[in-house]
């Protein structure tokens, strides 16, 4: 029995000869939180603008959905899609690079904090990763299969917070996300890079991922994705998070899972051995 939601009943069985895993809710939790974050940074800015509408958690919500739309690109993408909210309402231009040091600086305010728990062994890295992370990755290494990891958040970032969670040496070729949060990084890039350097058709790639971008990326050369519906911290573990799986679904997801808890059931069936 799959110990997953099935969404796509006709999904391809494996073995599959790459997995690419998001970084960012699909792996860590380091930086859980970070929509709220987004999201009133942009809400309290359309506020000194008076630029926000009636009643402000519709405003809010409007603002999450176009947030969420583009989980997995740069955050500069985010940023992008902010100031062309602004002018639409008829607001004065808006400099994007300028929004992302703004929301960078507030949401590092806490990641920092989570760094320093980590470097010092007050916080254990299991406490800051999605439940049983490290045993997938262990699993998929034993094995033989390649795994990969691609974010949109800044390449130091990832890096410091994947030797800090002990992810980093499951992916000996590096990590794959934006420098100086280079608006020309895409997923898609990173995916079709690994299929060409590995001679491995779309098929043969199995995708991990929270967003929508990553999931559709995988989508679009004809691979299986897998929805990481995480709960953010303050819910309870294991449940999947509605508005996450409905996102998921809509990118084309093929399965949703929560997080890793039942990952030797779900990795055996994905293979076809049960």
């Known amino acids: 029995m799959l110990p997953a939601e099935l969404v796509n009943p006709s999904v391809r069985r494996g073995p599959f000869r790459a997995v690419l895993f998001d970084f960012d809710g699909t792996l860590s939790l380091i930086r859980e939180g970070w929509p709220a974050v987004m999201v009133g940074m942009m809400v309290e800015r359309l506020r000194t603008m008076g630029l926000l509408r009636e009643p402000e958690s519709e405003d809010w919500a409007g603002i999450e959905r176009l947030v969420m739309a583009k989980n997995g690109a740069p955050t500069i993408k985010q940023m992008d899609v902010f100031a062309e909210e602004v002018a639409r309402r008829g ?5 994007a690079w300028e929004c992302l040091r703004d929301y960078i600086d507030r949401l590092m305010a806490e990641v920092r904090g989570r760094w320093t728990a980590l470097e010092s062994g007050a916080a254990r890295p299991a ?3 999605v439940p049983n992370a490290h045993a997938i990755l262990a ?3 034993a094995r033989g299969v390649p795994t990969f990891v691609a974010s949109g958040t800044e390449y130091d970032h990832v890096s410091t917070e994947a030797n800090l969670l002990g992810v980093a040496p499951f992916f000996p070729t ?6 100086d949060n280079d608006p020309s990084f895409g997923k898609g890039k990173v995916i079709h890079r690994v299929l060409k350097e590995l001679g491995i058709r779309g098929e043969e790639l199995l995708g991990f991922g929270d967003g929508v971008v990553e999931t559709s990326e995988v989508k679009r050369v004809g691979g299986v994705a897998v929805g990481v519906a995480s709960c ?3 819910t309870p573990r294991g449940t999947v998070q509605p ?8 990118a084309g997801a093929d399965l949703i899972v929560p997080d890793y808890s039942q990952q030797d059931g779900v990795i055996r069936w994905l293979w076809g051995e049960e």
Do not use: F, M, S
């Open 91 to 95: 607001g004065p231009a808006v400099d």
């Open 127 to 129: 406490a800051w990763v």
């Open 139 to 141: 699993n998929l290494k």
């Open 174 to 179: 590096g990590i794959n996300a934006p420098r």
């Open 232 to 234: 953010p911290e303050g």
């Open 243 to 250: 508005e996450k799986r409905a996102r998921l679904i809509a």
